[in-house]
């Protein structure tokens, strides 16, 4: 994971809780196939969709292989929904404000879940 300017994968996890609970929008790459999914860093054998909590960090993801990707707003409720129950069934992490080597927090989608209603607590 990376450590820049000695961030903790905890603060830019909630970070990025903090921000999309306070806009209610996350923000995924899409492009005309459907929506970015790389293989997990962390987990070998399973894909991670890579979210982000503003469309700014999303945006430094369309480069590369992901070039004609762009960034798509996704409104906080559908994310819980929808999202995260397919995303737990479909056995899919979760990549959450990932830097631009594809690395940041991977967690599963229910964590998730439940860390945002906490916050709505």
């Known amino acids: ?6 961030v903790s994968v905890k603060e830019l996890y909630d970070e990025f809780l903090d921000e999309i609970c306070g806009t209610e929008i996350v923000w995924g790459l899409a492009n005309e196939e459907g929506w970015a999914v790389c293989d997990s860093n962390d987990f070998d054998g399973r894909e991670a969709i890579p979210f982000w909590s503003n469309e700014h960090l999303a945006k430094l993801l369309c480069t590369g292989d992901w070039a004609d990707y762009v960034p798509r707003p996704i409104p906080l409720e559908e994310f819980l929904d929808d999202w995260l129950h397919g995303m737990h069934e479909d056995e899919i992490l979760v990549g959450t404000n990932w830097d631009d080597e594809l690395v940041g927090p991977e967690l599963e989608p229910l964590v998730i879940l439940e860390d945002v209603l906490d916050e709505d607590d």
């Open 1 to 6: 994971m990376s450590q820049e300017l000695g």
